[in-house]
């Protein structure tokens, strides 16, 4: 009915659609009447926890990059509860604001008069950017959606506990919801094949509905190899791990392959936005282990400063049980460091044929990749040059041109 009801629009009949074409060679969408085409896309992630994960930055490059079309009108959505994302800011998209000063939040996310804005703007299209951020529109507003991973349905034996109280029923009913958001939605983009096929596989998604639009990382910084660190910083020799401290980045997996190196003058160093809480458990972990002396904890670093610790590493390893794409492997390629990761997930076609794979659940896979890299110099220098090279092609002008297709795909 929703598809029915998109065409019956006037100016959306292809015979009253402009032959101009745009710069990826698409048909530019314009209305009869010359009414433009209002497109909104969520930037609510840019105002939570997601802001410095992959989805925040995801959200931001998408909108950093849109492209300029004569006859659409990009808008930018967030919630009037929340601090405005400084990093917007400077991009000047008409911004629309969800919900109203002190509701509750579950208030707002359940009440149909939160999303009013959205209608009262006449948007044509919504862009959900995270399968958690979807809240309640009129059939009247086509809908796409961003299913970046389903962590909780794949990996039930890891992660069933954080995520559902170890409650079957509270499993069903965050299945349900992706399920429902997948009927709404006219296309449901993901960033890998790998979380296509689990949308296929675990809740019956149809396969021709999912666009997969692979991330970019040419937004990472780049620095030389052999510049100054900072002072706090680990000196070389020593291998990187960064990432949160969720069970599914398997960081204990880690802690036991790098036990088994035989390179003892190699160190371990850890960052991420860990609390005090998980710093003490990630130490704890190396104490069990034996290598409380080689393992250092650092918690979050600026992005000026990881860029330079990415650069000094000798090597980073990443044995993460899931991934819905996978950002860290790729920030290492592109400065030159040498990757091992594991075999699940988006992760083998993220990297491609540009690191060692591992099996997440063998510790002692990764600490003989280790060995390799650390005995095989001419193999150190094949990784690093296929990682530069794997690492340049997933740009975020690709990740935007694909989003754009699946926008006019759902508008024609």
């Known amino acids: 009915m929703l598809k029915k009801s998109l065409l019956r629009h006037p100016g959306f009949r292809r015979d009253d659609a402009s032959q101009k074409t745009d710069f990826f060679g698409s048909p530019i969408i314009v209305l009869a009447d010359m009414t433009p085409v209002r497109i909104a896309i969520d930037a609510r992630p840019l105002q939570e926890g997601s802001r410095l994960r992959g989805v925040g930055q995801y959200v931001y490059q998408l909108l950093k990059n849109l492209p300029t079309f004569e006859h659409v009108q990009w808008f930018i959505v967030v919630d009037r509860?929340?601090?405005?994302?400084?990093?917007?800011?400077?991009?000047?998209?008409?911004?629309?604001?969800?919900?109203?000063?002190?509701?509750?939040?579950?208030?707002?996310?359940?009440?149909?008069?939160?999303?009013?804005?959205?209608?009262?703007?006449?948007?044509?299209?919504?862009?959900?950017?995270?399968?958690?951020?979807?809240?309640?529109?009129?059939?009247?507003?086509?809908?796409?959606?961003?299913?970046?991973?389903?962590?909780?349905?794949?990996?039930?034996?890891?992660?069933?506990?954080?995520?559902?109280?170890?409650?079957?029923?509270?499993?069903?009913?965050?299945?349900?919801?992706?399920?429902?958001?997948?009927?709404?939605?006219?296309?449901?983009?993901t960033p890998s094949q790998a979380t296509q096929k689990d949308l296929v596989e675990h809740l019956n998604f149809r396969p021709e509905k999912i666009y997969v639009t692979p991330l970019g990382c040419d937004h990472f910084q780049q620095v030389e190899t052999g510049r100054p660190h900072p002072k706090d910083s680990a000196e070389p020799p020593y291998a990187l791990f960064v990432g949160a401290l969720d069970t599914h980045k398997n960081i204990p997996g880690l802690i036991q392959g790098f036990a088994q190196v035989q390179d003892q003058t190699l160190t371990l160093v850890l960052a991420g936005p860990f609390d005090r809480t998980q710093s003490k458990q990630i130490k704890t972990w190396a104490k069990q282990a034996g290598i409380q002396n080689r393992v250092r904890v650092k918690g979050f670093v600026p992005a000026?400063?990881?860029?330079?610790?990415?650069?000094?590493?000798?090597?980073?390893?990443?044995?993460?049980?899931?991934?819905?794409?996978?950002?860290?492997?790729?920030?290492?390629?592109?400065?030159?460091?040498?990757?091992?990761?594991?075999?699940?997930?988006?992760?083998?076609?993220?990297?491609?044929?540009?690191?060692?794979?591992?099996?997440?659940?063998?510790?002692?896979?990764?600490?003989?990749?280790?060995?390799?890299?650390?005995?095989?110099?001419?193999?150190?220098?094949?990784?690093?040059?296929?990682?530069?090279?794997?690492?340049?092609?997933?740009?975020?002008?690709?990740?935007?041109?694909?989003?754009?297709?699946?926008?006019?795909?759902?508008?024609?």
């Not at 979807?134 to 086509?142: C, R, W």
């Not at 794949?154 to 992660?159: A, G, N, P, T």
């Not at 044995?319 to 091992?340: D, I, K, N, Q, T």
Request: glycine share 6%; net charge negative.
């Open 81 to 189: 509860a929340l601090p405005y994302p400084a990093e917007l800011e400077a991009l000047r998209l008409r911004t629309l604001w969800l919900g109203a000063p002190g509701w509750q939040f579950w208030v707002r996310r359940s009440s149909q008069a939160y999303g009013q804005p959205v209608v009262d703007a006449d948007i044509d299209l919504f862009h959900f950017t995270a399968q958690y951020n979807v809240f309640e529109l009129p059939a009247s507003v086509a809908v796409i959606a961003t299913v970046h991973d389903i962590i909780p349905l794949v990996l039930k034996d890891v992660d069933f506990q954080k995520y559902f109280h170890g409650q079957q029923s509270e499993a069903d009913a965050y299945a349900q919801k992706i399920q429902a958001l997948g009927q709404r939605a006219l296309a449901i983009l």
């Open 304 to 412: 000026d400063e990881l860029a330079q610790l990415f650069a000094g590493a000798t090597m980073f390893l990443f044995p993460s049980w899931y991934e819905g794409f996978g950002f860290p492997p790729l920030e290492a390629m592109r400065h030159g460091v040498p990757v091992v990761c594991s075999n699940r997930g988006a992760l083998p076609e993220v990297v491609g044929d540009a690191a060692l794979l591992i099996e997440p659940d063998q510790p002692g896979q990764l600490a003989e990749a280790v060995d390799r890299l650390q005995a095989m110099p001419v193999l150190r220098q094949s990784l690093v040059t296929q990682g530069r090279q794997r690492a340049s092609e997933l740009t975020w002008s690709k990740t935007v041109a694909a989003t754009v297709k699946s926008y006019q795909a759902c508008l024609a």
